[in-house]
């Protein structure tokens, strides 16, 4: 089959949006957030990715909530353009679906899915302690999105990074990180998961 997802992003014999299916898997983006009184927001996003190596860039999407309003993510940024992405490793699964449930403003995700925070160096949000790598940004942008179908209007978030976080037993003699060690958790279409479990090499023709 052959579609226009603006018209119709889930046409029969289609019943869900395949998109997210078909783009993965998404490696999970653990944002921290503070607002301007401190208090910590943590939230999942499988719209998340590394752009650049040097400089090093990474950005997320924080899609607006169904109801329209801004996400609490979205909020904190722009008083505070700080965010710490954490790593989301197989053991960390269940505790970062636990933190992506809707919860009001303030109320601290990381705390109540009985996660400590870690104080970043450079950064005013933590990361998650139990996290084996994070990544520490300044935002760079927000870009604003075209707005949906009924009218939504949702952002990308772009950060710098300027700080990284290795727990150093990832670190391999060859100077690599440990990539089955860390077993990062990505996400797949509608509710699936993955997590890294095999690894092949394959080196660029030139």
């Known amino acids: 089959m052959h579609y226009d997802p603006r018209v119709d992003p889930k046409p029969a014999p289609l019943k869900y949006n395949p998109l997210n299916a078909l783009v993965g898997p998404r490696p999970i983006g653990w944002i921290t957030t503070v607002d301007p009184e401190g208090r910590i927001n943590l939230a999942p996003f499988s719209y998340f990715n590394a752009f650049s190596s040097d400089p090093p860039i990474v950005a997320f ?18 008083a505070v353009p700080e965010f710490t992405a954490s790593v989301v490793s197989a053991e960390l699964a269940v505790a970062m679906n636990d933190t992506s449930r809707e919860s009001p403003y303030g109320f601290d995700e990381m705390a109540a899915a009985g996660l400590a925070p870690a104080a970043s160096t450079r950064v005013r949000p933590p990361r998650v302690a139990a996290a084996r790598a994070a990544l520490e940004c300044r935002v760079f942008d927000i870009v604003a999105l075209p707005a949906s179908r009924d009218g939504r209007t949702s952002h990308i978030v772009i950060g710098e990074v300027v700080g990284i976080y290795i727990d150093d037993a990832l670190i391999l003699p060859n100077g690599r990180v440990d990539s089955l060690a860390l077993a990062q958790v990505a996400r797949l279409g509608y509710n699936d998961y993955t997590n890294v479990e095999r690894l092949y090499e394959m080196r660029r023709p030139d």
């Open 61 to 78: 999407g924080p899609n607006a909530r169904p109801s329209g309003g801004s996400k609490d993510t979205l909020v904190n940024v722009r």
